[in-house]
């Protein structure tokens, strides 16, 4: 079955970087573009990026162009998620996810979701 595995969430000082990495499997023929998403308590989950695997299109809302950049490495099944210059507002439960339809920031496009990989920044 689809599989996403979230890992290199941990705390971060302000200004510092991470990486996140989703590892996939079993991702069926259908799916055609992996989101990553984050959710604050409290918040509603938001969507921060998203790569289409047909063609490596990605798409970022305003809130992080310049400062995330999504990625794939085909051959290892993993899209990451460079996040630079992070703040306090970045901390939140960072998940990926999987969906048959183009790029969209709305979660409900998604099917398929990993477990979550907590980010924390502060000093």
């Known amino acids: 079955q689809v599989q996403l595995v979230e890992s290199g969430g941990g705390l971060v000082q302000p200004g510092g970087s991470l990486r996140l990495s989703c590892a996939t499997s079993g991702l069926t023929s259908d799916v055609s573009s992996i989101g990553w998403f984050r959710q604050a308590p409290g918040k509603k989950r938001e969507g921060l990026s998203c790569?289409?695997?047909?063609?490596?299109?990605?798409w970022y809302p305003d809130s992080v162009k310049g400062r995330f950049t999504i990625s794939r490495d085909k051959f290892k099944s993993t899209v990451y998620l460079q996040m630079d210059s992070l703040t306090p507002e970045d901390t939140a439960t960072y998940y990926c996810a999987a969906s048959v339809y183009y790029c969209s920031r709305y979660p409900s496009q998604y099917t398929y979701w990993g477990q979550g990989t907590q980010v924390t920044v502060s000093s």
């Open positions: 790569i289409l695997l047909s063609d490596d299109r990605v």
